[in-house]
């Protein structure tokens, strides 16, 4: 094999890695994020690097088996992991670099904030940065409210990072502001208790406070806020 050659074999199994990652992470998102990274000890080894850390087992599993197993029971979407399956086998990219591959896609889609913070869809107050009289109370606001209807319930980081700030602040009164490492901070504020210090690295889901009503507030609320780049950005685009 001469050197044109041999680039251009490389180029092509680049291209088909990142064909078949995003194909798997399309799957992946769409049908169980959670049960792809709960699919035993193959998938939790992968990150480990080679194909060599991997246990036994695992080095022998094709992709299709693995994530089969794991949430493809009634075999609903068998066809799509068939034909990555195939396309994997055409080569000689191991399940560990595709595994790698996904992961680290996901976890970069798990720095991005998504979802609510709290287990509650009332919003009381909308972000309203330009104080547009047609929106909420008309008032100049960073950030969504959302009402616990009084009750003190677990606010969840939106997405991971490194907590930069947990402290008392008289307009926010309690709050948290978390840097996802990638232009995004979210701040969560009028909290009852915070249950992290700065500093802390969390995860997607992590419980970082609780609802409350300190600071410039006038309700059990949660106020969350979404910035990117130093930019605010309206909660409401990132619900999911
Ligand atoms: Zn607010």
């Known amino acids: 094999m001469n050197k044109h050659q041999h680039i251009s074999q490389e180029q092509k199994k680049h291209s088909l890695i990142s064909h078949i990652s995003q194909k798997a992470l399309r799957f992946t998102t ?55 399956d195939a396309l994997v086998h055409k080569t000689d990219i191991s399940f560990a670099v595709i595994s ?5 896609a996901l976890e970069k889609q798990n720095h991005i904030p998504g979802g609510w913070p709290v287990e509650s869809r009332i919003v009381s107050t909308e972000f309203n940065p330009t104080a547009d009289p047609c929106i909420s109370d008309g008032r100049k606001h ?14 969840y980081a939106t997405a991971s990072g490194t907590v930069t700030t947990a402290t008392f602040h008289p ?36 419980i970082i406070a609780t609802t409350g009503s300190t600071g410039w507030s006038t309700g059990i609320h949660c106020h969350y806020e979404i910035q990117l780049n130093g930019v605010y950005q309206n909660p409401r685009d990132y619900l999911g």
């Open 30 to 84: 769409a049908f169980c994020a959670a049960a792809m990274l709960a699919c035993g000890v193959a998938y939790a080894a992968a990150p480990a690097a080679s194909e060599a850390a991997l246990p036994a087992d695992a080095a022998g599993s094709t992709f299709t088996n693995v994530v089969v197993t794991a949430y493809d029971k009634n075999g609903f979407h068998s066809d799509d992991l068939i034909r990555i």
């Open 100 to 104: 790698n591959k996904i992961n680290a």
């Open 142 to 155: 960073y950030g969504m409210d959302i009402s616990t209807k009084s009750q003190i319930i677990p606010i």
């Open 171 to 206: 307009e926010f009164g309690y709050y948290v502001v978390i840097d996802h490492e990638n232009g995004f901070t979210t701040l969560y504020a009028h909290c009852n208790e915070l249950t992290v210090n700065a500093g802390d690295t969390i995860e997607k889901g992590d």
